[in-house]
């Protein structure tokens, strides 16, 4: 447990909430691109996608703990993680160009909701969250810049 007070960390835990809804909804679109990949870039892309994807189930897991341990109960329902989601579900998306602007779609909409749950956990003084988020920012920006450099 930490130091906010009921309604602080219910404030923390619905923005922490959207945001885990979104990773999932991008993990399952990515674990999509992974399987669906096709063309001359197949083998970079297929295991770019499988690392992307791991990454992305470790960050729901810890986004969850988080909730949880902010006094909080994590979304897990699919169907809500769908109507809460800004990421949207994509279908059908197998080349080079179409995956990877995806991709990077998805990345830029998880910075922004990180950078927005950092403006209010700096607001409550709650480190732990402004700590997992900063992480998230920083690899992310730069995963972000490589996915934009291999379109060109």
Do not use: C
């Not at 009921?6 to 619905?14: D, K, L």
């Not at 988080?66 to 949207?88: E, N, V």
């Not at 080079?96 to 909701?113: D, H, N, Q, R, Y």
Request: hydrophobic fraction near 35%; charged fraction near 25%.
């Amino acid at each position: 447990m930490t130091h906010l007070d009921n309604y602080q960390s219910e404030q923390i835990t619905s923005k922490l909430n959207f945001l885990l809804a979104d990773v999932q909804v991008f993990y399952q679109n990515v674990r999509g691109y992974h399987w669906n990949i096709k063309g001359n870039r197949f083998f970079i892309l297929h295991e770019k996608f499988e690392e992307l994807y791991d990454n992305l189930n470790e960050m729901a897991d810890e986004i969850a703990e988080r909730i949880l341990m902010l006094g909080q109960t994590p979304m897990h329902a699919y169907s809500d993680y769908i109507s809460s989601a800004s990421i949207k579900e994509s279908k059908d998306k197998s080349t080079t160009e179409e995956t990877v602007k995806e991709v990077i779609s998805g990345i830029e909409a998880l910075l922004s909701k990180e950078r927005d749950i950092i403006k209010l956990a700096s607001e409550y003084d709650d480190e732990g969250t402004i700590d997992l988020m900063t992480g998230y920012i920083s690899a992310q920006e730069k995963t972000l810049w490589m996915y934009k450099a291999f379109l060109g």
